[in-house]
Protein backbone atom coordinates (compact mmCIF):
# COMPACT_ATOMS: atom_id res chain seq x y z
CA UNK A 1 0.00 0.00 0.00
CA UNK A 2 1.28 3.40 -0.89
CA UNK A 3 2.12 5.92 1.83
CA UNK A 4 2.80 9.40 1.54
CA UNK A 5 3.81 10.74 6.15
CA UNK A 6 4.37 14.52 5.73
CA UNK A 7 6.15 15.67 9.09
CA UNK A 8 7.86 18.82 10.56
CA UNK A 9 4.81 21.56 10.86
CA UNK A 10 4.10 23.98 12.69
CA UNK A 11 3.75 27.50 14.53
CA UNK A 12 6.58 29.77 13.68
CA UNK A 13 7.37 33.24 13.61
CA UNK A 14 7.73 35.45 10.25
CA UNK A 15 11.12 35.47 8.75
CA UNK A 16 11.95 31.80 10.45
CA UNK A 17 12.67 28.73 8.65
CA UNK A 18 10.88 24.97 8.60
CA UNK A 19 11.58 21.78 7.21
CA UNK A 20 8.90 19.63 6.14
CA UNK A 21 9.36 15.72 5.78
CA UNK A 22 7.82 13.48 3.95
CA UNK A 23 8.43 9.54 4.29
CA UNK A 24 7.43 7.59 1.33
CA UNK A 25 6.43 3.84 1.50
CA UNK A 26 4.68 1.46 -0.39
CA UNK A 27 6.42 1.42 -3.77
CA UNK A 28 9.99 2.09 -5.38
CA UNK A 29 9.91 6.05 -4.23
CA UNK A 30 13.39 6.95 -6.57
CA UNK A 31 11.16 5.90 -9.69
CA UNK A 32 9.04 9.06 -9.27
CA UNK A 33 8.42 12.62 -9.36
CA UNK A 34 7.24 13.72 -6.70
CA UNK A 35 5.31 17.13 -5.55
CA UNK A 36 4.69 19.76 -2.46
CA UNK A 37 1.34 21.39 -3.04
CA UNK A 38 -0.21 23.26 -0.19
CA UNK A 39 -3.58 24.85 0.79
CA UNK A 40 -4.37 27.80 2.68
CA UNK A 41 -7.19 28.02 5.19
CA UNK A 42 -10.08 28.25 3.00
CA UNK A 43 -8.40 28.31 -0.11
CA UNK A 44 -7.40 26.48 -3.03
CA UNK A 45 -5.01 24.15 -3.88
CA UNK A 46 -1.32 25.44 -4.99
CA UNK A 47 0.61 23.67 -6.74
CA UNK A 48 4.32 24.48 -4.48
CA UNK A 49 7.57 22.42 -5.90
CA UNK A 50 8.14 18.60 -8.08
CA UNK A 51 11.57 17.21 -8.19
CA UNK A 52 12.21 14.69 -10.33
CA UNK A 53 13.94 11.19 -9.72
CA UNK A 54 17.56 11.67 -8.87
CA UNK A 55 17.15 15.58 -7.82
CA UNK A 56 18.87 16.79 -10.62
CA UNK A 57 15.34 18.53 -11.67
CA UNK A 58 13.39 20.88 -9.61
CA UNK A 59 10.61 23.78 -10.07
CA UNK A 60 9.01 25.86 -8.25
CA UNK A 61 6.24 28.30 -8.11
CA UNK A 62 7.49 31.81 -8.18
CA UNK A 63 6.21 32.75 -4.74
CA UNK A 64 8.40 30.48 -3.05
CA UNK A 65 11.18 30.86 -5.59
CA UNK A 66 14.95 31.63 -3.75
CA UNK A 67 13.37 31.25 -0.21
CA UNK A 68 12.38 27.08 -0.55
CA UNK A 69 14.28 24.57 -1.62
CA UNK A 70 13.03 20.79 -1.91
CA UNK A 71 15.21 17.81 -2.49
CA UNK A 72 15.39 14.36 -1.81
CA UNK A 73 16.82 10.77 -0.23
CA UNK A 74 16.08 8.24 -2.43
CA UNK A 75 17.91 5.99 0.19
CA UNK A 76 15.63 7.20 3.02
CA UNK A 77 12.85 7.29 0.92
CA UNK A 78 11.82 10.53 1.88
CA UNK A 79 10.72 14.02 0.00
CA UNK A 80 12.10 17.38 2.15
CA UNK A 81 11.03 20.75 2.13
CA UNK A 82 13.32 23.78 3.48
CA UNK A 83 11.20 27.01 3.90
CA UNK A 84 13.14 29.96 4.67
CA UNK A 85 12.41 33.45 4.88
CA UNK A 86 8.80 32.57 5.77
CA UNK A 87 5.85 35.32 5.52
CA UNK A 88 2.38 35.05 6.74
CA UNK A 89 1.12 33.99 3.32
CA UNK A 90 2.52 30.52 3.55
CA UNK A 91 0.63 29.52 6.67
CA UNK A 92 -0.97 26.77 4.94
CA UNK A 93 -1.58 22.77 4.99
CA UNK A 94 1.14 21.34 2.88
CA UNK A 95 0.62 18.17 1.08
CA UNK A 96 3.36 15.97 -0.26
CA UNK A 97 2.43 13.95 -3.59
CA UNK A 98 3.82 11.29 -5.65
CA UNK A 99 3.52 12.46 -9.62
CA UNK A 100 4.72 9.97 -11.98
CA UNK A 101 7.55 9.19 -14.62
CA UNK A 102 7.67 11.98 -16.19
CA UNK A 103 7.13 15.50 -14.87
CA UNK A 104 3.48 16.01 -16.41
CA UNK A 105 2.60 12.69 -14.60
CA UNK A 106 -0.76 12.92 -12.39
CA UNK A 107 -1.03 13.01 -8.39
CA UNK A 108 -2.03 9.84 -8.00
CA UNK A 109 -1.20 9.51 -4.27
CA UNK A 110 -1.29 11.93 -1.70
CA UNK A 111 -0.07 12.43 2.23
CA UNK A 112 -2.46 13.68 5.21
CA UNK A 113 -0.70 17.23 5.03
CA UNK A 114 1.27 19.13 7.67
CA UNK A 115 -0.21 22.54 9.09
CA UNK A 116 2.58 25.44 8.86
CA UNK A 117 1.36 28.58 10.42
CA UNK A 118 3.80 31.92 9.99
CA UNK A 119 2.79 34.40 12.84
CA UNK A 120 4.13 36.32 15.67
CA UNK B 1 2.39 30.42 -16.74
CA UNK B 2 -0.81 28.68 -17.64
CA UNK B 3 -4.14 30.10 -16.24
CA UNK B 4 -6.46 27.97 -15.48
CA UNK B 5 -10.42 29.27 -15.17
CA UNK B 6 -12.66 26.65 -13.58
CA UNK B 7 -16.56 27.33 -13.56
CA UNK B 8 -18.79 27.63 -11.79
CA UNK B 9 -16.80 28.04 -8.42
CA UNK B 10 -19.90 26.98 -6.48
CA UNK B 11 -23.04 25.00 -7.34
CA UNK B 12 -25.97 23.96 -5.76
CA UNK B 13 -27.57 20.05 -7.12
CA UNK B 14 -29.48 17.13 -5.35
CA UNK B 15 -29.34 13.90 -5.76
CA UNK B 16 -29.57 11.95 -9.47
CA UNK B 17 -28.76 15.47 -10.91
CA UNK B 18 -26.19 15.49 -13.92
CA UNK B 19 -23.34 18.01 -12.99
CA UNK B 20 -21.16 19.29 -15.28
CA UNK B 21 -17.71 21.28 -14.28
CA UNK B 22 -15.78 23.53 -16.81
CA UNK B 23 -11.95 24.23 -17.07
CA UNK B 24 -10.45 26.45 -18.95
CA UNK B 25 -6.66 27.25 -20.03
CA UNK B 26 -4.48 30.14 -20.97
CA UNK B 27 -3.24 28.18 -23.46
CA UNK B 28 -3.61 24.43 -25.54
CA UNK B 29 -1.88 22.19 -23.36
CA UNK B 30 -3.16 18.74 -25.20
CA UNK B 31 -4.29 16.58 -23.13
CA UNK B 32 -2.58 17.03 -19.73
CA UNK B 33 -5.19 17.94 -17.22
CA UNK B 34 -6.56 16.09 -14.16
CA UNK B 35 -9.18 16.29 -11.77
CA UNK B 36 -9.36 15.75 -8.29
CA UNK B 37 -11.97 15.48 -5.56
CA UNK B 38 -11.33 17.02 -2.22
CA UNK B 39 -13.78 16.65 0.77
CA UNK B 40 -13.62 18.79 4.29
CA UNK B 41 -10.16 18.47 5.73
CA UNK B 42 -9.16 15.38 3.55
CA UNK B 43 -5.92 15.34 1.22
CA UNK B 44 -7.27 15.42 -2.65
CA UNK B 45 -8.32 12.20 -4.41
CA UNK B 46 -7.28 11.96 -8.22
CA UNK B 47 -10.36 11.47 -10.35
CA UNK B 48 -9.29 11.73 -14.02
CA UNK B 49 -6.02 12.08 -15.42
CA UNK B 50 -4.98 12.80 -19.26
CA UNK B 51 -8.11 14.64 -19.60
CA UNK B 52 -10.66 11.77 -19.77
CA UNK B 53 -8.65 8.28 -18.27
CA UNK B 54 -10.71 7.40 -14.70
CA UNK B 55 -8.40 6.83 -12.16
CA UNK B 56 -8.55 2.85 -10.53
CA UNK B 57 -11.07 2.55 -8.08
CA UNK B 58 -13.29 5.84 -9.21
CA UNK B 59 -17.22 5.12 -10.26
CA UNK B 60 -17.84 5.44 -14.03
CA UNK B 61 -20.53 7.99 -13.07
CA UNK B 62 -17.19 10.56 -13.13
CA UNK B 63 -15.92 11.28 -16.58
CA UNK B 64 -13.98 14.05 -18.42
CA UNK B 65 -13.48 15.15 -21.72
CA UNK B 66 -12.05 17.64 -23.77
CA UNK B 67 -8.55 19.06 -25.13
CA UNK B 68 -6.06 22.32 -25.95
CA UNK B 69 -7.80 24.70 -23.78
CA UNK B 70 -11.26 23.59 -22.99
CA UNK B 71 -12.23 20.87 -19.97
CA UNK B 72 -15.08 19.16 -18.69
CA UNK B 73 -15.76 16.77 -15.59
CA UNK B 74 -19.11 15.36 -15.64
CA UNK B 75 -20.50 13.74 -12.75
CA UNK B 76 -23.92 11.49 -14.70
CA UNK B 77 -25.63 10.81 -11.84
CA UNK B 78 -25.19 12.86 -8.10
CA UNK B 79 -24.53 10.75 -5.22
CA UNK B 80 -24.30 11.95 -1.70
CA UNK B 81 -20.69 11.17 -0.97
CA UNK B 82 -19.73 13.70 -4.19
CA UNK B 83 -20.54 16.65 -2.52
CA UNK B 84 -17.10 17.89 -2.45
CA UNK B 85 -14.53 20.36 -4.24
CA UNK B 86 -13.23 19.64 -7.51
CA UNK B 87 -10.67 20.72 -9.13
CA UNK B 88 -8.59 20.72 -12.31
CA UNK B 89 -5.00 21.02 -12.79
CA UNK B 90 -3.04 21.15 -15.84
CA UNK B 91 0.23 19.34 -15.82
CA UNK B 92 1.91 20.61 -19.29
CA UNK B 93 4.39 22.95 -18.11
CA UNK B 94 5.40 24.17 -14.83
CA UNK B 95 4.52 25.56 -12.43
CA UNK B 96 1.28 22.80 -12.46
CA UNK B 97 -1.32 25.20 -11.42
CA UNK B 98 -4.42 24.34 -10.83
CA UNK B 99 -7.85 26.01 -11.29
CA UNK B 100 -9.40 27.90 -8.01
CA UNK B 101 -12.00 25.03 -7.56
CA UNK B 102 -15.70 24.16 -7.85
CA UNK B 103 -17.42 23.62 -4.67
CA UNK B 104 -20.75 21.03 -5.33
CA UNK B 105 -23.19 21.33 -2.42
CA UNK B 106 -26.68 19.93 -1.49
CA UNK B 107 -29.67 21.75 -3.00
Known amino acids: EVQLVESGGGLVQPGGSLRLSCAAS????????MTWVRQAPGKGLEWVAN????????YYVDSVKGRFTISRDNAKNSLYLQMNSLRAEDTAVYYC?????????????WGQGTLVTVSS | DIQMTQSPSSLSASVGDRVTITCRTS??????LNWYQQKSGKAPKLLIY???SLQGGVPSRFSGSGSGTDFTLTISSLQPEDFATYYCQQTYSSPLTFGGGTKVEIK
Open chain 1, 97 to 109: ARGGATPGGRLGY
Open chain 2, 50 to 52: AAS
Open chain 1, 26 to 33: GFTFSSYW
Open chain 2, 27 to 32: QSISIY
Open chain 1, 51 to 58: INQDGSEK
